[in-house]
Nanobody, 126 residues
Framework: QARLVESGGGLVQSGGSLNLSCTAS????????MGWFRQASGKEREFVAA????????DYIDSVKGRFTISKNNAKSTVYLQMNSLKVEDTAKYYC???????????????????WGQGTQVTVSS
């Protein structure tokens, strides 16, 4: 059964960096749009970043622009989220997502992504 497995979360001080990664396994995924969502305690889950199937276009929520970078290795079915200049408000559980339909587009709607990872916790201390 196909699944996504995240890694790279942890505890870091404000201003620090973390690099999340997520690998899809269990079936063959050709180039697919992938992304990241996050959910802080007591808050709704929100879109963070996404990258299209051909790695030519990306999208970020305004609060992480200039600090986070999403990238993807299609040969490895792996997506990365490099997070720099982390802030306390970035504390959340981060979820990797994948759109298995293989279309050219990608977006911020949770419903566009049919595979989800189990999440990895990112905690930023002041």
């Amino acid at each position: 059964q196909a699944r996504l497995v995240e890694s790279g979360g942890g505890l870091v001080q404000s201003g620090g960096s973390l690099n999340l990664s997520c690998t899809a396994s269990g079936r063959t995924f050709n180039s697919n749009a992938m992304g990241w969502f996050r959910q802080a305690s007591g808050k709704e889950r929100e879109f963070v970043a996404a990258i299209d199937r051909s790695n030519t276009d990306t999208d970020y929520i305004d609060s992480v622009k200039g600090r986070f970078t999403i990238s993807k290795n299609n040969a490895k079915s792996t997506v990365y989220l490099q997070m720099n200049s982390l802030k306390v408000e970035d504390t959340a559980k981060y979820y990797c997502v994948l759109d298995s339909h293989g279309g050219p587009g990608f977006g911020r709607d949770e419903l566009e992504y049919d595979y989800w990872g189990q999440g990895t916790q990112v905690t930023v201390s002041s």
